[in-house]
């Protein structure tokens, strides 16, 4: 006998979880099929919500509709879950030469960048002791996400619901019928893989073209970093815990593993001891490989051919920022027939 649900999505990083949260919440029925985060890159990610692309001061894709849709997002899928793994925090823009501070001002005369940054650029006020004299320029609008609490939580709600099935998902097990498939024992409308970097091996959707990148963070303690804000320069500082930061991270286009590498560790090293004399110990090093597009927008649709097979990846080095919306605005196009966004439609590749 066939278990009949509306949707098997395979793979639960923050695409999976996103788009199940979407999906349960409106009352369809689900099924996740996930291997493990060993693979995610969103496990490690700093998941980092910042509108403003920092090194040039301009908005990211979408940037406002984003930004509006997140927080009440968030909120809710925290008190879903019944923990608090979104965190509201202030970004500050190290700031050093003449030319920087000239460009700030330059920038915040831009009316559509007021709401995100703030007019003034001030000595930047804690105790940390940096390398130099440097001022502060506050990104508004931003937070981060304690992404492992809250993957590691929605894991357990589905297994709970017995949503849950913690294995690799097996291609060649699908069976097509008219308007639906059958996975092994389980019926559905449609299968969305949601597989980050590893959509290269689906033989469905292999022929999407992804620009792969992979992205390194260390995990510090100190007790001479203080700060309330996640600081940037080259590098993100972000507190995490008491005397806890995430530092990072480093962009890559070609990698020998996917494993965390001594250079990458010490350059990191290298960057913060740049910004700060304070004394510090690395806790942990974790990499992970960013699914971006050649095209660096998102991959969301249907199979060119395969009606019953869905995609929703390419979300790169902005998925916690982008994959609310994004899914709502998904199922309104699986439901509804509303039609999706040009610039992530998957058809993009097809014409
Ligand atoms: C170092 C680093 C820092 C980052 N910082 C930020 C940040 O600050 N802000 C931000 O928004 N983004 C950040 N990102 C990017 C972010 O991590 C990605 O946008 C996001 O994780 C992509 O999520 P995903 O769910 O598509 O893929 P993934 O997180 O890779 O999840 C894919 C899941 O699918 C599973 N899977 C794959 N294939 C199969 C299969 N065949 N069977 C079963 N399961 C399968 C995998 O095991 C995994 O659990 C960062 C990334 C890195 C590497």
């Known amino acids: ?11 639960q990083g923050i695409a999976g979880t996103i788009l199940a949260y979407q999906l349960l919440s409106r009352n369809f029925k689900v099924i996740l099929i996930d ?19 920092l090194k040039r001061i301009t908005k990211t894709w979408r940037a406002d509709d984003f930004v509006k849709y997140n927080r009440p997002f968030y909120k809710q899928l925290s008190l879903y879950l019944g923990n608090t793994f979104y965190h509201d925090m202030p970004f500050e823009k190290l700031i050093y030469s003449d030319d920087e501070k000239y460009f700030w001002k330059l920038r915040y005369n831009q009316e559509d960048l007021k709401k995100y940054i703030a007019p003034e650029l001030s000595p930047i006020k804690n105790s940390t002791p940096f390398s130099k004299e440097f001022f502060s320029g506050i990104v508004k609008e931003t937070a981060w996400l304690d ?27 699908i069976i097509f019928q008219e308007d639906s498939i059958i996975y092994k024992s389980i019926k559905a409308k449609k299968i969305i893989f949601c597989e980050g970097s ?4 689906n033989p469905f959707f292999n022929d999407i073209p992804m620009s792969l990148n992979k992205g ?14 996640i600081l940037k320069k080259s590098i993100f500082i972000l507190p995490i815990d008491k005397d806890t930061y995430k530092v990072g991270a480093t962009f890559e286009w070609k990698w020998e593993n ?9 350059w990191l090293i290298k960057q913060l001891t740049e910004l700060t004399k304070a004394k510090f110990t690395v806790i942990n090093h974790e990499a992970g490989i960013r699914p971006s597009t050649k095209d660096r927008r998102p991959a969301i649709g249907l199979h060119k051919n395969y009606k019953t097979l869905a995609l929703f990846n390419g979300l790169g080095s902005r998925g916690c920022f982008t994959a609310p919306l994004l899914a709502e605005e998904f199922i ?20």
């Open 35 to 53: 291997q493990g985060f060993e693979k995610a890159s969103s496990y490690v990610a700093g998941a980092l919500i910042n509108p403003i692309v």
């Open 258 to 266: 996917e494993n965390p590498s001594e250079s990458k560790k010490l």
């Open 198 to 201: 590893q959509l290269t091996n």
């Open 332 to 351: 309104r196009f699986l439901e509804n027939k509303e039609a999706l966004d040009k610039e992530v439609d998957i058809n993009r590749f097809y014409d």
């Open 147 to 173: 992404i492992k609490l809250l993957l590691e939580s929605f894991r357990t709600h589905l297994k709970n619901l017995s949503c849950l099935i913690d294995s690799e998902f097996e291609y060649d097990k």
């Open 216 to 229: 390194e963070l260390i995990t510090i303690k100190s007790n001479e970093i203080q700060t309330k804000s």
């Open 1 to 11: 006998m066939n278990k009949q649900v509306d949707y098997i999505i395979v793979g």
